[in-house]
């Protein structure tokens, strides 16, 4: 394989301190005048640019910030139709609820394959010009077993990141029966989404799914050798984060509205606490407490949460900025959590750093450093993304 090496970079994040313990900026472990050897789609090499090693491919990026590829640990980006006009309305004062969802689930099922992977593909694309290069994918716009078996498929071929999330919403021709529809979830649904996925999630709130229900669901989906993830606390207090910690959750998402018990359960865990500031941004819902999640030493990921209803941004950049100004993070803390962080509620750590063997995954920032990504919030400042070693925006 051909070697490429990446010089004249300004200010290298790597992700990768000595010290396990590092906070802050310390986490982050800048290089300053760096350059990076690629070979095989793997870093192979950092360090000073004085010392680089030889290649037969040279890329001088001109004093550019590089950081590890955004890691976007959780996204609906299989569906079809458009929610605008719920977002105008909602801006005019009408509170979010779920109830929304439901009006996707009947264009998703309306729309063919080829119209699906088409627009996954355009997302796809606009990720990867946004710097991100792992993207988690649920269903959840299906509610039907044949619908839901598509969706995961369609999410598989862009991701290794698929989580089978048909305990999204009850639909509507199972409302009167709603504990139906979860032996539906855990038996027929199940078998057919597991071999796609390498997750299963649950709507653990009120209006979606109870604690009981959701304990059933996530139970079987363990059953099937399914890694757990949870919706919780979005739109009120409730059992979901304990619920997830007690399996084993890799990530327990939204975290809008936390108590002290949910903070010290996470805190003594491995569950990552996954904060989606689109969706505050976008229901003019409260913005969780990040600062109180970190200083009680909880691990905090941020994602975008891309869907169309509550957050249809794809911009982990915009997302950055939304957490440094309202919810309570440094520049530092923003981008760890959404490189490093992302990759932690993914349970990966070849993915989120810069290191020698890790996946050369890299953004491109013409900035001349990170904390520009929150200082100049909706400029686009990514320049250029490298997945797997190959440039691909």
């Known amino acids: 394989?051909?070697?490429?090496?990446?010089?004249?970079?300004?200010?290298?994040?790597?992700?990768?301190?000595?010290?396990?313990?590092?906070?802050?900026?310390?986490?982050?472990r800048l290089v300053a005048d760096a350059a990076v050897l690629i070979e095989d789609g793997r870093v192979a090499w950092l360090g000073s640019a004085s010392l680089a090693p030889e290649a037969e491919v040279v890329a001088d990026l001109g004093g550019a910030t590089v950081i590890p590829g955004f890691v976007d640990s959780h996204s609906h980006l299989v569906f079809a139709g458009d929610r605008s006009a719920e977002f105008e309305a909602r801006m005019s004062g009408r509170p979010y609820t779920a109830g929304g969802i439901r009006s996707t689930v009947a264009a998703t099922r309306a729309a063919t394959d080829s119209e699906l992977r088409a627009r996954l593909r355009g997302f796809i694309r606009e990720l990867q010009r946004q710097g991100t290069t792992t993207v988690e994918i649920k269903s959840g716009y299906g509610l039907s077993v044949a619908d839901e078996e598509r969706?995961?498929?369609?999410?598989?071929?862009?991701?290794?990141?698929?989580?089978?999330?048909?305990?999204?919403?009850?639909?509507?021709?199972?409302?009167?029966?709603?504990?139906?529809?979860?032996?539906?979830?855990?038996?027929?649904?199940?078998?057919?989404?597991?071999?796609?996925?390498?997750?299963?999630?649950?709507?653990?709130?009120?209006?979606?799914?109870?604690?009981?229900?959701?304990?059933?669901?996530?139970?079987?989906?363990?059953?099937?050798?399914?890694?757990?993830?949870?919706?919780?606390?979005?739109?009120?207090p409730g059992e979901g984060v304990q619920l997830a910690v007690s399996l084993g959750a890799a990530s327990v998402d939204h975290c809008t509205y936390l108590t002290d018990a949910d903070i010290a359960t996470l805190a003594g865990s491995s569950t990552v606490a996954t904060l989606?500031?689109?969706?505050?941004?976008?229901?003019?819902?409260?913005?969780?407490?990040?600062?109180?999640?970190?200083?009680?030493?909880?691990?905090?990921?941020?994602?975008?949460?891309?869907?169309?209803?509550?957050s249809f941004t794809s911009s982990m950049p915009f997302c950055i900025a939304v957490a440094v100004r309202d919810m309570g993070?440094?520049?530092?803390?923003?981008?760890?959590s959404a490189t490093a962080g992302g990759a932690a509620a993914l349970r990966r750590d070849d993915i989120g750093r810069v290191a020698v063997g890790a996946r050369a995954d890299l953004a491109v920032l013409r900035a001349p450093s990170y904390v520009h990504l929150a200082y100049r919030p909706g400029v686009p400042l990514v320049e250029a993304t490298w997945k797997d070693g190959v440039r691909v925006a």
């Open 1 to 28: 394989m051909t070697r490429e090496l990446l010089t004249g970079i300004g200010q290298l994040v790597t992700n990768d301190p000595a010290d396990p313990g590092a906070t802050g900026v310390d986490r982050l």
């Open 151 to 236: 969706l995961v498929a369609i999410a598989a071929s862009v991701t290794d990141e698929v989580t089978f999330l048909g305990a999204h919403v009850v639909p509507d021709e199972y409302a009167a029966d709603p504990d139906a529809y979860v032996d539906l979830v855990t038996g027929p649904m199940l078998d057919a989404c597991a071999p796609h996925a390498r997750w299963i999630d649950v709507f653990c709130e009120t209006g979606a799914f109870t604690v009981a229900q959701s304990r059933r669901l996530l139970e079987a989906g363990v059953a099937r050798g399914l890694g757990v993830r949870v919706h919780a606390s979005q739109l009120g």
């Open 276 to 310: 989606l500031p689109g969706v505050e941004f976008s229901t003019r819902q409260p913005y969780p407490d990040a600062r109180r999640l970190i200083d009680a030493g909880v691990t905090v990921a941020i994602a975008c949460d891309c869907n169309p209803g509550s």
């Open 329 to 336: 993070m440094t520049p530092a803390e923003a981008l760890w």
